[in-house]
């Protein structure tokens, strides 16, 4: 049966629980857990009623990073405010929050980066925002780094997002 036919039968998105579920495979049984750990243990910085939420290219001056360069960074403090862009593939959403993780595609296959991100929105969640759909943070409209951890062969990235919402890219 295929992925696309389970879905509209089930209502679920059965390649993003295959991915997910590969995902799981490569970085052990606790990686939900520990991401979900690391992310829990950032002091979030709440959004009071009415915060202000930009426009694409409104954001203040800051430091901004790309994927790979994340991944060099060292724990500790970053330089406020600090900005990540780039292409990130969701893996698990609860209420105001998503789990990403960068990838590639090799032809049809799928391959997951050594980056999990966990973002929360500021009241933007973007519509039909689910597992599998992609979302670019780009120049104009980045996420926030509030903190970064590395454990195993595994970076992991706490950020926040600020943008007026925007549609996911589902391709």
């Not at 893996?91 to 789990?99: F, K, P, V, Y």
Request: glycine share 8%.
């Amino acid at each position: 049966m295929s992925a696309r036919i389970a879905q509209e039968l089930t209502g679920k998105d059965v390649a993003a629980d295959r991915r997910l579920e590969k995902l799981r495979r490569e970085f052990g049984p606790t990686f939900l857990a520990t991401v979900l750990f690391f992310a829990a243990s950032v002091t979030p910085v709440d959004a009071a009623p009415g915060a202000t939420l930009y426009e694409s290219g409104h954001f203040p001056s800051g430091t901004t990073y790309a994927p790979e360069q994340v991944i060099g960074l060292n724990e500790g403090t970053l330089p406020n405010p600090t900005y990540l862009t780039g292409r990130f593939l969701c893996l698990e959403t609860r209420a105001d929050q998503a789990l990403f993780t960068t990838f590639s595609k090799e032809g049809d296959q799928l391959i997951f980066g050594k980056l999990v991100l966990s973002v929360t929105f500021q009241g933007n969640r973007p519509p039909g925002l689910h597992a599998g759909s992609i979302i670019t943070a780009a120049p104009a409209d980045p996420l926030t780094i509030k903190a970064v951890f590395h454990r195993r062969d595994l970076t992991v990235v706490t950020a926040e997002s600020w943008s007026l919402p925007q549609k996911p890219n589902n391709n």
